[in-house]
């Protein structure tokens, strides 16, 4: 079984680990594996929004078409 993906969650491990790496205070081995993590991080949370916005964009699409169709029955 598949965890659901936690936005809020992975965004605040995100912007932790950005404070942990601004902050310089980082042996180099460790700012590279929060950096890996990171990165990691931000890929999954671009995906979600892509996925997002794109059910966003079927849905006004469909929406889109549904006023259409129902304009076209009013001029009959």
Sequence with gaps: MTEEF?????????K?????LENGDLPIDE???NFE????????L?????????????NLSQLNLDLQRKGDQDEV
């Excluded at 936690?6 to 995100?14: A, C, I, V």
């Excluded at 929004?49 to 964009?57: H, P, S, V």
């Design 6 to 14: 936690d936005f809020e969650k992975n965004m605040k491990n995100l």
């Design 16 to 20: 932790q680990i950005v404070s942990k």
């Design 31 to 33: 700012a590279l594996k």
């Design 37 to 44: 993590q990171g990165v990691k991080i931000s890929s999954s």
């Design 46 to 58: 671009k995906k979600y929004l892509d996925d997002a916005q794109k059910k966003i964009d079927e």
